[in-house]
T-cell receptor
Framework: DTGVSQDPRHKITKRGQNVTFRCDPI?????LYWYRQTLGQGPEFLTY????????KSRLLSDRFSAERPKGSFSTLEIQRTEQGDSAMYLC?????????????FGSGTRLTVV | AQKVTQAQTEISVVEKEDVTLDCVYE???????LFWYKQPPSGELVFLIR??????QNEISGRYSWNFQKSTSSFNFTITASQVVDSAVYFC??????????????FGRGTSLIVHP
């Protein structure tokens, strides 16, 4: 098991462009979480999935953001019409059910820079 | 509402010193979970420990120890005989059950620990 994988590790994009990130969770984990982390801050929750169902979304997730987990395995996070304020590290985490007893496994993140 | 406060933004120590990272939390629930994570320069958050609100027993793991005190709503983390490899940002996090029943961690702003040789 290689842990949680995120791709790409770094993305530089021009303002107004769309970007998509991918997260591959640990295979037996049915829960998947997206967080955003800006410089000097802790991770902020964006959304989470149980299997393919998106169960909760933060108000940080504006209508320019969309996340999917079509087959309950990998997930994608798309940002449309990127803005400079979207520059951040986007972290993915996965966990089994009853996650709070086991902790959450995080990936290394995708660092987005909007220029 | 839940909140995690890590008042120390940055701590700088010399190798072999002991260091304590503070974490104060707020929650209205009686059932909740506390976590510590380490984020090295590579960026990946590494799980260190989880504590539930009913277990106030302190824990020691090698050079790491955690002091959970419900009376002061604190969950402090001590590194004994610090090493350069301990240099990282450390996050305290709290999970308490929202209406949906999902325990989603809320993180503090982190404490950057720099250990000098």
């Amino acid at each position: 098991d290689t842990g949680v994988s995120q791709d790409p590790r770094h993305k530089i994009t021009k303002r107004g462009q769309n970007v998509t990130f991918r997260c591959d969770p640990i295979s037996e984990h049915n829960r998947l979480y997206w967080y955003r982390q800006t410089l000097g801050q802790g991770p902020e929750f964006l959304t989470y999935f149980q299997n393919e169902a998106q169960l909760e979304k933060s108000r940080l997730l504006s209508d320019r953001f969309s996340a999917e987990r079509p087959k309950g395995s990998f997930s994608t996070l798309e940002i449309q019409r990127t803005e400079q304020g979207d520059s951040a590290m986007y972290l993915c985490a996965s966990s089994p059910s009853g996650a709070v007893r086991y902790g959450y496994t995080f990936g290394s993140g995708t660092r987005l820079t909007v220029v | 509402a839940q909140k995690v406060t890590q008042a120390q933004t940055e701590i700088s120590v010399v190798e072999k010193e002991d260091v304590t990272l503070d974490c104060v939390y707020e929650t209205r629930d009686t059932t909740y979970y506390l976590f510590w994570y380490k984020q090295p320069p590579s960026g990946e958050l590494v799980f260190l420990i989880r504590r539930n609100s009913f277990d106030e027993q302190n824990e020691i793991s090698g050079r790491y120890s955690w002091n959970f005190q419900k009376s002061t709503s604190s969950f402090n983390f001590t590194i004994t005989a610090s090493q350069v490899v301990d240099s990282a940002v450390y996050f305290c996090a709290l999970s308490d059950p929202p209406s949906g029943g999902s325990y989603i961690p809320t993180f503090g702003r982190g404490t950057s620990l720099i250990v000098h040789p």
